[in-house]
Structure formats: C-alpha cells, structure tokens
C-alpha cells in the first residue's frame, strides 16, 4: 500500500513572497505523482504531475515541483505567490497510469497568502 | 481537459429522506468512477469504487445499504445518499477516469455539499 505524508497542515506566506509545500510518500513499488489545487466548495483541479521524464515539473499558475525518488519526496514550488494561490493543496499517488487506478491522498496543505 | 459535472452543487433536505448526486462524464467516457467524502479542513476520504455496469466497491467501513451507488452508463454514476441523518452532511465529490485518458489522473467534479437538517 502507499501512503503519503504533507508536513504542514497550513502555510502562511505573504503575498509575492516564495512557497514551498512539502509532500513525502512511501511506496513498495514505482508511482506517479500528482498535485492538485482545490479552492473553496470546489473540487479538484490538477497543478502537475509527474509519470516519468524529467523530475522536474511545471505545472499551471506558475507551480512546479521536483520528484526526488531517493527521498521519497514531490515537494511544490512557487516562486511567488498571489492572493489567489489561497487554497488547499493535495498531493497524491498512484502505481498505475491505468484507467481506473485509485489516488491516494496527502492530508492537505492550506496555503493563506497575506497581503 | 476531460470534464467532469457533478449535480446538485448544493442541497438541504431533511432528515431521514434521500437524496441522489450526479456525476456526469461530458467528453469522454468514464469507465471508473470514483466518490469521496470531504469532513472540513480534511482530506478526501475515498467510498467507492464503481465501474460500468458493476457493481460498486465499498471501502471499509462504508455502509453499502446507506450510500447507493449505481454507475449504469459510461457517462453517469449517481450516489444517493439513503434515509439522511445530519451526520451525513458533508461534501461529497465524484472523479473519473477512462482507457482514453491513459495518464493515472482522475478529473473531478465540482462537488456537492450535503446539509441535512
């Protein structure tokens, strides 16, 4: 079974300001990754993700993230935040690029960008 | 991108009637689709499993009898949420996937919130 730990329940920033959320899975088995944005009773919407290539993705609004296999890490990046980045952030497995595969999910990052 | 419609957005009933959510694949065909619940300030807890023409897979700890799920097209899955108690209030969201869609990701609907009074 995979599981996937996202280290910080909420992250403050100010606006302009850099952010980092940081997400960390374990896995018996190759996966692929993903991150996903959802802003308030919304559902999800994809930022990125990773299946294989480069670790290093660019996703949608300015984000990327950089897969680590050695550390087990797929943290996402933004170099600088807008009021608008305001949201929840998930970050999620899966060992299958099939149809039908299930997602495991990360806790969730609350992200609070700051004037 | 694949687009996923989940209906109603919102919905208030009473308690012990029932209540039937949507989830409509518009642009592709779903062969899996997938329910979550969402407590606030939480993650997405997964249901259920249902594909095309068979029956759902409940995750554990999920009563079936309590939150039908029938998946009868490759466009269409509904949950009803049976004789409601406000302890199922909540947010509920839909995901698909299909064979064309080879990527892993699911597509989400835009969610449904539950209030049961």
């Given at each position: 079974a995979q599981s996937v730990t996202q280290l910080d329940s909420q992250v403050p920033v100010f606006e302009e300001a850099p952010v980092e959320l940081r997400?960390?899975?374990?896995?018996?088995?190759?996966v692929y990754l993903f991150w996903y944005v959802q802003y308030p009773n919304q559902g999800l919407q994809l930022l990125l993700k990773y299946l294989s290539g480069s670790t290093l993705v660019k996703g949608i609004n300015g984000f990327e993230a950089e897969f680590n296999k050695s550390q087990t890490s797929f943290h996402l990046r933004k170099p600088s935040v807008h009021i608008s980045d305001t949201a929840e952030y998930f970050c999620a497995v899966s060992?299958?690029?099939?149809?039908?595969?299930?997602?495991?999910?990360?806790?969730?990052?609350?992200?609070?960008?700051?004037? | 991108g694949a687009v996923v419609s989940q209906h109603p957005s919102w919905v208030i009933c009473k308690s012990g009637t029932s209540v039937k959510i949507e989830c409509r694949s518009l642009d592709f065909q779903a062969t899996t689709m997938f329910?979550?619940?969402?407590?606030?300030?939480?993650?997405?807890?997964?249901?259920?499993?249902?594909?095309?023409?068979?029956?759902?897979?409940?995750?554990?700890?999920?009563?079936?009898?309590?939150?039908?799920?029938?998946?009868?097209?490759l466009t269409l899955s509904t949950l009803t949420v049976t004789s409601a108690h406000p302890e199922d209030s909540s947010f509920y969201i839909c995901s698909a996937s299909g064979t064309s869609l080879n990527t892993g990701e699911l597509f989400f609907g835009e969610g449904s919130r539950l209030t049961v009074l």
């Open positions: 997400c960390n899975y374990s896995s018996s088995v190759s060992v299958s690029k099939a149809a039908g595969n299930k997602l495991t999910f990360g806790g969730g990052t609350r992200v609070l960008v700051k004037p | 329910w979550y619940r969402q407590f606030p300030k939480q993650s997405l807890m997964l249901m259920a499993t249902s594909n095309e023409g068979s029956k759902a897979t409940y995750e554990q700890g999920v009563e079936k009898d309590k939150f039908l799920i029938n998946h009868a097209s």
